[in-house]
């Protein structure tokens, strides 16, 4: 008994040894509370950057502007939903008496997959629309691959998605990531006919001028703002404000879209920026966004780009003439 009282004495002394007396104890609170506050302030970047990193809704999303172009909007969709992409935030510039986007995608918009921007007869501008998704989708979208619909990203490995390809460790420095076009031009066809683009257009050409362009994907979080309004073209933001990288993961500092080796390694752009003859006429009558209509001396230079990498017919030609409404007459001069 007597043993056992000298234990609980020597346990009321340490108990008091460590006790704090009550007139203490709301201002030892206190700097408990501050210390949590400064060091939570101290790792407020830290925090901030976590949430931003990993509070987001979709992964991969998709921002497009398309004009004239609802026959390949469906196609578009599945090629890129086949890589894991998530969301699809679309800008109709169709004219008010032409065709909707909404007519071809109703059955995503109703999914929640495409979310479509109606700017018909309106005048925002590309740049515009890509600085607008950028603060759109903040919260939303981890990465945004800023790709036209005759621009489909394909990877050397299959089995690879876009989730898979971002996430590796070598990107976690770059907000933006350059990836190279492969052009694909009219494989001999001269109309459109209802086939895919990859079925129509199944031979590349290596070595031309234009595959040394690329497109970019785009880290969402850590953007400042005018990124793409201060900015040359619709290649990549302001070279001037982000950390950029190409398709390998390494710093990338050339400017305006152009780099001078394409890399093909891991992925490129299949860019069938011609298709056919009559598609490219459409494409000529469209002209720039805004419904800047080209002039005879820009249209005279469209259509010899179109000639140096196709080959030239009199029946390609008469494509031209007729939807443009004009006649080239140096072609007319030409020998087959």
């Not at 770059?174 to 990836?179: A, E, G, L, T």
């Not at 720039?288 to 469209?302: M, Q």
Request: charged content about 30%.
């Amino acid at each position: 008994m007597e043993k056992t009282t000298l234990i609980m004495q020597k346990n009321e002394k340490r108990i008091k040894l460590f006790s704090i007396p009550e007139q203490y104890l709301s201002k030892f609170l206190i700097i408990i509370i501050l210390l949590i506050i400064m060091n939570a302030m101290q790792n407020k970047e830290s925090i901030s950057n976590y949430f931003l990193q990993n509070n987001f809704k979709y992964f991969s999303c998709v921002a497009n502007i398309g004009k004239f172009e609802n026959r390949y909007a469906s196609e578009f969709i599945k090629h890129y939903l086949s890589l894991g992409v998530e969301k699809f935030y679309l800008m109709d510039d169709n004219t008010l008496s032409g065709e909707k986007l909404i007519d071809v995608l109703n059955d995503y918009v109703n999914k929640n997959i495409v979310e479509i921007f109606d700017n018909r007869g309106k005048k925002m501008g590309m740049m515009d629309f890509y600085e607008y998704i950028l603060k759109y989708a903040k919260y939303k979208c981890k990465w945004i691959l800023y790709y036209d619909y005759d621009e489909h990203l394909e990877f050397v490995d299959k089995n690879m998605t876009i989730k898979k390809y971002l996430s590796r460790k070598i990107f976690d420095k770059c907000d933006v990531i350059k990836i190279h076009w492969l052009m694909y031009y009219d494989n001999g066809l001269i109309k459109y006919d209802n086939r895919t683009l990859k079925e129509r257009f199944p031979n590349s050409t290596f070595g031309t001028f234009e595959n040394n362009f690329h497109k970019s994907i785009v880290r969402v979080q850590n953007y400042p703002d005018n990124m793409w309004t201060e900015n040359t073209g619709p290649h990549q933001p302001n070279e001037s404000f982000v950390n950029m990288c190409d398709a390998e993961g390494e710093y990338s500092n050339i400017k305006h879209g152009y780099l001078t080796k394409p890399i093909y390694s891991k992925c490129y752009l299949k860019h069938y920026s011609m298709k056919t003859a009559e598609e490219y006429a459409l494409k000529l009558v469209r002209g720039e966004p805004k419904e800047n209509k080209y002039n005879v001396k820009e249209l005279n230079e469209k259509l010899d780009r179109f000639f140096k990498y196709n080959k030239f017919t009199k029946k390609k030609l008469a494509f031209f003439e007729n939807m443009l409404n004009m006649t080239f007459p140096k072609y007319h001069k030409k020998k087959i």
